[in-house]
């Protein structure tokens, strides 16, 4: 979209332009041109994929005008807010092991076709190796039984049932390991960036 | 601005998005007609076919084993499922007419080089979880690797339902992405004929009308040609080839509308004509001259139907000054006349409007 349609403030805070895009698209626009690569990256340093991460960017995005209009400006960051809707997402994808595109589909919103040279400059966004090894080391300092049912859940994809069989536990006790997992790598993985 | 082509893409769909929401919004509140929209001013012709099972008699679209090669493959570590090093979400995945192992290859190179292991030096076996799913892990050199880890062995006929899948593929791959005019009914025909000479059931075929939008398949525009090849649909509109096999509903869905490469170029010409029209003043004459020179690539020759605008019709508001200023935008194109014209619809306020009842331009009405 070109700039000089839009016409939006660079001035203003985030929060502001959450605000002002109840009433005026354009904000929107300018919410999205701040945000969108943050968010394809911060999708795509947790996902490692492009087509995911894609899915994900679009969803928070349609999300976030969905919800627009119950935002508050409270003084908080409005990239807070938007960090918020995409860390939901995200969650969402882990446990499901699919994308929501509800928003997505609600808003009618046709996400386009992802070319080669967008791929590769999203996969660019993870910084190689360096990055994996983070994640690396990072699972190395969750305490056992805990990275293994995150592993047995996000990458085995197994049901709390098949979990709790597997670990030996009940599955409400696999469920609590799993997510108490998922926010320490997070946090761990915010810590080293 | 991103350097990223896909954030700019997304961010224009995004708005046109918004502005359809808030023209359906104030139908809603004004309670007076609006057409729908095109996504991003593209709109190409479609059928889906199903190829459907032939009813209760019919043998299944895919044996167990196929089902099993057609399903997902989960990609493990190490030797045993409780010991995984953690990858990507990504690891797991369809792996339609792959190798489980060589599906996986890529994923242990990724996930190696960080933990400091030579993947390629690694064996690997993979086991059967359910019936559309498939685990890997790294060989431990032991027998009955599998069914220690409380899984089974691949069925004998695994390696030539991959095979038969592949050749399935490469077979369908080569229908659509001919370059021959066909009608949907020819290459529905190929299609089954395709399933039949590798052994599959492909039924009886039915043709429907539900995508994108009976609209959009309803327009008169654009259908004047016979042409027609396999295009799927993904979470965007952008079109790209693909045939996808329902098991379970025992049906072969197939979408079919112009080659691939053509409705690829002209959903993103069509993309960048809308956003450039919105921004800028054309005439006439110069927007067709844009035109012209936008598809002029794929040797498509446009004809235009020009029309106003329909009462309750929402845009920017920078587009909607400029429409109302009497400039002339792109509104959508449509691949017609087997894949030698491309219709395109334009809108100017001082001209006519589409009769009551009509969403698109009569074929009648353009003109090169």
């Known amino acids: ?193 | 601005m991103s350097e990223i082509p896909f954030i700019h893409d997304l961010g224009n769909a995004l708005d046109t998005a918004i502005v359809r929401r808030t023209s359906r919004s104030a139908r809603r509140s004004g309670g007076r007609f609006q057409r729908g929209r095109s996504p991003r001013g593209v709109a190409l012709t479609f059928v889906v076919v199903l190829l459907c099972g032939g009813g209760a008699a019919a043998a299944a679209l895919l044996t167990s084993s196929q089902r099993l090669a057609d399903g997902s493959v989960t990609c493990f570590f190490t030797t045993s499922g409780t010991k995984v090093s953690t990858r990507s979400p990504g690891a797991s995945g369809p792996a339609v007419g792959q190798s489980p192992t060589s599906y996986c290859r890529k994923w242990y190179r990724l996930y190696a080089h960080a933990a400091g292991i030579d993947a390629d030096t690694l064996g690997f076996v993979a086991c059967r979880v359910n019936a559309t799913r498939v685990d890997v892990y790294v060989a431990d050199g032991r027998p009955e690797q599998c069914q220690r880890l409380g899984e089974r062995s691949l069925p004998a006929a695994y390696a030539a339902a991959v095979a038969r899948l592949r050749t399935l593929e490469s077979r369908l791959d080569a229908i659509q992405e001919r370059r021959a005019c066909k009608s949907p009914q020819v290459i529905a025909a190929e299609v089954r004929g395709a399933l039949t000479d590798l052994g599959f059931d492909a039924g009886r075929i039915r043709l429907t009308r539900s995508h994108p939008t009976p609209q959009m398949l309803n327009s008169p525009a654009g259908t004047g040609g016979t042409c027609g090849s396999l295009i799927f649909f993904p979470s965007g509109n952008a079109p790209s080839a693909r045939v996808q096999l329902f098991p379970n509903s025992q049906l072969v869905g197939l979408t079919v509308g112009p080659p691939q490469k053509i409705a690829t170029f002209v959903y993103r010409a069509s993309g960048a004509l809308y956003q450039r029209s919105y921004s800028h003043c054309y005439t006439a004459t110069s927007i067709r001259a844009l035109v012209s020179k936008a598809f002029a690539p794929a040797s498509l020759e446009p004809r235009f139907a020009t029309n106003a605008v329909p009462r309750g019709g929402g845009f920017l508001p920078a587009s909607e000054k400029l429409y109302k200023e009497g400039c002339v935008r792109f509104e959508a194109a449509y691949v017609g006349d087997n894949s030698r014209f491309v219709d395109v619809s334009l809108e100017q306020r001082t001209a006519p409007s589409l009769r009551a009842g009509e969403l698109f331009p009569p074929a009648s009405a353009f003109r090169p």
């Not at chain 1, 895009?21 to 990256?41: C, G, I, V």
């Not at chain 1, 995200?90 to 791929?119: K, Q, T």
């Open chain 1, 1 to 193: 979209m070109n700039r000089s349609l839009l016409g939006a403030s660079v001035l203003k805070s985030d929060a502001e332009l959450i605000v002002a895009s109840s009433t005026d698209p354009r904000a929107f626009r300018e919410l999205y041109d701040r945000w969108a690569e943050r968010l394809l990256q911060y999708f795509v340093r947790r996902v490692f994929d492009a087509e995911i991460a894609a899915d994900l960017t679009a969803e928070t995005f349609a999300v976030a005008y969905e919800r627009r209009l119950r935002f508050r400006d409270l003084g908080r960051p409005g990239g807070a807010w938007m960090y918020g809707i995409a860390a939901k997402e995200l969650s969402h994808f882990f446990r499901r092991r699919e994308v929501e595109l509800r928003a997505v589909r609600d808003l009618g919103l046709d996400r386009p076709l992802l070319d080669e040279e967008s791929e590769a400059r999203i996969n660019a966004l993870v910084d190689g190796d360096e990055y994996r090894t983070r994640l690396v080391v990072a699972l190395g300092r969750l305490p056992e039984n805990v990275r293994t049912a995150v592993e047995l859940r996000v990458v085995a994809e197994l049901d709390y049932e098949e979990i709790a069989a597997r670990l030996e536990c009940k599955p409400e006790a696999a469920r609590t390991r799993v997510h108490r997992g998922l926010t320490r790598l997070n946090r761990l993985m915010e810590e080293g960036s």
